[in-house]
């Protein structure tokens, strides 16, 4: 199966900046609803931003306060999360995924997904 191509993780001091692009030639993202998951060592995966086919309406989980920003361009079939004020316990893998049904909003639970990226680690450490 076709898997997105992550890239901009990395290691980033508590505090600092990541962002990660998303994208593959052969998956349009046009009339898909999008989202970013995460999963660290040992733990499931878990939500963290999606935003609807028309690019007006985000989700986030509520642990980032403000500090991420999900966002897209369609024209590139590119989808990004900006991450800001990265903390320790944000060390994991991030994923991408395009939801399973066009014109259709998305949210936490991963079967709403059909295509995911094949993660980029972010290492958040002084």
């Known amino acids: 199966q076709l898997q997105f191509v992550e890239s901009g993780g990395g290691l980033v001091q508590p505090g600092g900046s990541l962002t990660l692009s998303c994208a593959h030639p052969?998956?349009?993202?046009?009339?898909?609803?999008i989202g970013w998951f995460r999963q660290a060592p040992g733990k499931e995966r878990e939500f963290v931003a999606s935003?609807?086919?028309?690019?007006?309406?985000?989700n986030y989980a509520d642990s980032l306060k403000g500090r991420f920003t999900i966002s897209r361009d369609n024209g590139k079939s590119t989808m990004y999360l900006q991450m800001n004020n990265l903390r320790f316990e944000e060390t994991a893998a991030y994923y991408c995924?395009?939801?399973?049904?066009?014109?259709?909003?998305?949210?936490?639970?991963?079967?709403?997904?059909?295509?995911w990226g094949q993660g980029t680690q972010v290492t958040v450490s002084s």
């Open positions: 995924a395009r939801g399973n049904r066009r014109f259709t909003p998305v949210g936490p639970a991963v079967n709403e997904y059909d295509y």
């Open positions: 052969a998956l349009t993202l046009d009339y898909y609803a």
């Open positions: 935003i609807d086919w028309r690019d007006s309406s985000t």
